[in-house]
């Protein structure tokens, strides 16, 4: 009688001891793990596009691989003639053949050419936008910043861009949309 009882608690207590493992153990895996970058997504086990960059999709949430200016396949060169920088080679989405004026210029952590072949001085680009928006209208949501560019009919934010080089460079006037 007495083994029986003992059978029947350590039954018990391994029932307990099971379910426990399983419901916390199961509530861990990946649940509470949220995913912010394309690095995260692709260790999670999320599947990988194999594009250029790589794409991971997350609980439909997409990421994109960041790719660094040293390995885009996009290098700055410079006009013999008028000393002007321009970008060449093949990016996202095209490449782009010099002319037989231009010449490599070294790139480095103060200037190079983005993936988008667009020239990066000092952290900011040097490009000219399409459209520059002072957007007046009031917002409902969180208040995000009210003036930005317009590229390749994209936003893109002004703290991006290097506002004396547009000045200077770009004819271009502020549109306020009310």
Same mark, same amino acid.
């Given at each position: 009688?007495?083994?029986? $009882? @003992?059978?029947? &608690? =350590?039954?018990? #207590?391994? &029932? *307990?001891?099971? =379910?426990?493992?399983? @419901? @916390?153990?199961?509530?861990? =895996?990946?649940? $509470?793990?949220? #995913? ?11 599947? *990988? ?51 037989? #004026? ?19 001085? $000092? ?34 934010? #002004? ?9 200077? $460079? ?7 949309? @009310?």
């Amino acid at each position: 009688m007495k083994n029986k $009882n @003992y059978l029947m &608690i =350590f039954l018990l #207590i391994g &029932i *307990v001891l099971l =379910f426990g493992v399983f @419901y @916390y153990g199961w509530q861990d =895996f990946g649940e $509470n793990t949220e #995913i912010t970058s394309f690095e995260e997504c692709a260790e999670a086990g999320y599947p *990988v596009m194999e594009s250029y960059p790589r794409q991971c999709n997350a609980d439909g949430m997409n990421f994109v691989e960041e790719i660094d200016w040293r390995e885009d396949g996009v290098i700055l060169m410079r006009n013999s003639e008028t000393q002007d920088y321009a970008c060449f080679g093949c990016g996202l989405t095209m490449c782009v053949d010099p002319a037989p #004026i231009m010449q490599p210029v070294q790139e480095d952590d103060t200037r190079y050419c983005n993936y988008n072949f667009e020239i990066v001085v $000092n952290g900011l680009i040097q490009k000219c936008p399409d459209g520059w928006i002072d957007n007046q209208m009031p917002s409902v949501g969180p208040e995000e910043e009210r003036q930005y560019f317009i590229i390749d009919e994209k936003r893109r934010e #002004i703290s991006d861009f290097d506002m004396p080089w547009i000045e200077a $460079n770009c004819d271009i006037e502020k549109q306020v949309v @009310y």
